[in-house]
């Protein structure tokens, strides 16, 4: 047979001995049969994103996380750096998850090498040493299916008490082998405390092992082991060990959402605290109000200021700002000599000199207006002014040069005077 490329690499050193055949393939992987260390075990190569068939992938890579914090990062912004980190988690989500189900007991494929992307694990095998069918491809008695459920539940809670949930367990993801069911196929296991959708997995791989139970013996309205499991997951009572009733009674107390929220605001305060004292110069902000006393009125006879001392009623140059406002009323220092009244009479006269027309300068080509023609008859309304003052139509009073009225031009509707 011709070796896959994406074994070749293996093959060179020397991890696996000779490719024999293909063995299964998948929506995500294809399986081949190799000899490796001189026995016959599968290696696994997970396909690419484009070529995979699995939906929702989004919700099942919920609250996977990673040692390297910029990876991380990479992969929340959905970078090219972050794609392919994202791609290695999705294959190596596998492995991490077998190791970890092995441990809590489960009955697993024994992983031996995880390669370039490439996974070469134990050969499950029937009572014949062939490899083992699929649950979905055989068919068993009422006594036997039963027995086969409740092996499969019982892993089913093994899983949830080492945090994981399978996410796509069914008939098809389990194989028969000579010592009891195995169960394969994890790289879209989720982790139940960072996964939201941890629950409705656990209870859709409940209801597809029910679904095999019922072909063979019918049980008719299906138990609620799933939602007994979750809730003694979440109260931390779940044990390898409990035996599950299928009897649940959902809460009816009342949601509080004020307590929810108001645990959500304080989180969100204390994250906001942690991010300034983190970040330097970036501290909390403190607004000082300093409200001075008032003043103190000066007692009468006290020592005047000279031009040196200056307090805050007296501003020089230099001082510059608003006065501060002082609803204090003012001391009355009857010692200082009172202020001189204003001159009227030579502001009168300024005001006169300014209303007086300009003298026309020697550079100006216009010519001054003449004066005004006094012996002119007056208007012909005598209420519009004074009789004993006689003035020419369109002058003014202060002798100013009258204002010539623009000629209108004709427009096209009317003829030309």
């Known amino acids: 047979m011709r070796t896959p490329e994406a074994l070749i690499s293996l093959v060179e050193y020397g991890v696996i001995d000779e490719v024999v055949r293909p063995l299964m393939s998948g929506k995500e992987a294809q399986i081949y049969l190799v000899i490796a260390g001189g026995e016959r075990r599968v290696a696994k190569i997970y396909k690419e994103a484009q070529h995979r068939s699995f939906k929702h992938r989004a919700e099942y890579t919920e609250g996977r996380k990673t040692r390297n914090s910029r990876d991380q990062r990479a992969m929340g912004k959905h970078t090219r750096h972050g794609r ?16 970890r189900l092995q441990a809590a007991g489960v009955r697993v494929p024994q992983p031996y090498n995880y390669i370039d992307g490439v996974l070469v694990m134990e050969l499950v095998t029937d009572g014949d040493g062939h490899p083992a069918p699929r649950l979905g491809d055989l068919s068993f008695e009422p006594h036997e299916a039963r027995h086969i459920f409740d092996h499969l539940l019982g892993e089913v809670v093994r899983m949830l008490c080492a945090g994981l949930v399978h996410g796509d367990l069914s008939d098809f993801n389990v194989l028969m082998a000579a ?4 169960v394969i196929d994890f790289p879209q296991a989720v982790d139940a405390a960072s996964n939201q959708s941890a629950r409705k997995l656990l209870l859709r791989d409940v209801d597809n092992l029910y679904r095999f139970l019922d072909r063979y013996a019918p049980l008719g309205r299906p138990p609620l082991f799933a939602q007994e499991m979750w809730d003694l997951y979440q109260s931390n009572l779940l044990t390898p060990e409990t035996k599950l009733l299928g009897r649940h009674a959902p809460s009816t107390r009342p949601a509080n959402t004020r307590e929810v929220l108001a645990l959500i605001g304080a989180a969100e305060r204390d994250a906001q605290r942690q991010r300034a004292a983190l970040q330097p110069g970036r501290g909390r902000k403190v607004e000082v109000i300093i409200n001075p006393p008032p003043r103190a009125p000066n007692p009468a006879g006290a020592q005047q200021r000279g031009p040196q001392q200056r307090g805050p009623q007296q501003r020089g140059p230099q001082q510059r700002g608003p006065r501060p406002a002082n609803n204090h009323q003012q001391p009355i220092h009857h010692d200082r000599p009172a202020p001189r009244p204003p001159n009227l009479e030579r502001r009168d006269a300024q005001a006169q000199h300014d209303r007086r027309p300009a003298a026309p300068q020697e550079h100006d080509r216009r010519a001054a207006p003449p004066p005004p023609n006094l012996e002119r008859t007056p208007p012909a309304n005598p209420s519009a002014a004074p009789a004993d003052r006689a003035f020419a139509p369109g002058d003014r009073a202060d002798g100013a040069r009258p204002r010539r009225r623009r000629r209108r031009k004709p427009r096209g509707d009317h003829p030309n005077p």
Do not use: H, L, M, T
């Not at 392919?84 to 190791?99: C, G, M």
């Not at 010592?179 to 195995?182: A, E, H, L």
């Open 84 to 99: 392919a980190q994202d791609e290695a988690a999705w294959r190596s989500a596998e492995v991490d998850a077998i190791y």
């Open 179 to 182: 010592d009891g069911p195995v």
